[in-house]
């Protein structure tokens, strides 16, 4: 089942924060995270595997609650450059498949000057 | 020099029609995977192959038939398009599995458009 990620979209201006969250039904073994700009691939950002573990990426952060089944990306300090559509992939704790992530339906970052 | 390369970028045919997507990777990755992306950029894993053995295989029509002929390749071809299948198809690659710390790298995708 398709991990549910919120908001779907935010707007903000150089120099903001913004949360994004994602959340599972199912019991989770690592969350990762990619950022898609228009008419590009998708580029890795993070993976994190539970033990709510935080990691970070230059400003992008990240954290896991694998009790809740939920991840937030932290962007700060925005930056033109963090605009695209950024998606959580879920892997099921106890799955039979290593690598077979569910993507979440996205969430559309635009950062304006 | 590039990663995940894919071709062709762009695919327009006519439905009943049979195409292929060649997909290389050129890390020295053991899995390599196919994705279709669609109008709603819903990504959503097709087929995964670690090392020429087939490992994922979602629940896709078997029209589509991927094929590795060695661990740096990963084709498919689809059978008799239908409109539906017009969509953006992502290959990516991950090295050696290591349960939840498979980084995966997309290649630029194939855009298909089936009229």
């Known amino acids: 089942q398709q991990p549910v990620q919120s908001p779907q979209a935010v707007i903000l201006r150089e120099g903001e924060d913004a949360v994004i969250n994602c959340s599972s039904s199912k019991a989770l073994y690592s969350v990762h995270w990619y950022r898609q700009k228009h008419g590009e691939a998708p580029v890795f950002l993070m993976i994190l595997l539970k033990g709510g573990e935080q990691k970070g990426h230059e400003k992008i952060s990240a954290s896991f609650n694998e009790k809740k089944q939920q991840s937030s990306l932290y962007l700060t300090a925005s930056q033109l450059s963090y605009s695209g559509t950024y998606f959580c992939?879920?892997?099921?704790?106890?799955?039979?498949?290593?690598?077979?992530?569910?993507f979440g339906q996205g969430t559309i970052l635009t950062v304006h000057p | 020099d590039t990663a995940v390369s894919q071709t062709p970028k762009y695919l327009v045919t006519q439905m009943g029609n049979d195409k292929s997507i060649k997909c290389e990777q050129n890390?020295?990755?053991?899995?390599m995977y196919w994705y279709k992306q669609d109008s709603k950029k819903f990504l959503k894993i097709m087929f995964s192959?670690?090392?020429?053995?087939?490992?994922i295989n979602e629940t896709v029509p078997n029209r589509f038939s991927p094929k590795s002929p060695d661990k740096a390749h990963l084709n498919l071809h689809i059978n008799s398009l239908e409109l539906g299948d017009s969509a953006v198809y992502f290959c990516?690659?991950?090295?050696?599995?290591?349960?939840?710390?498979?980084?995966?790298?997309f290649g630029p995708g194939t855009r298909l458009l089936v009229l």
């Open positions: 990516a690659s991950s090295p050696v599995a290591v349960w939840g710390q498979e980084t995966q790298y």
């Open positions: 890390l020295g990755h053991d899995t």
């Open positions: 992939g879920t892997e099921k704790a106890g799955g039979t498949s290593y690598g077979k992530l569910t």
């Open positions: 192959y670690n090392n020429k053995e087939l490992i």
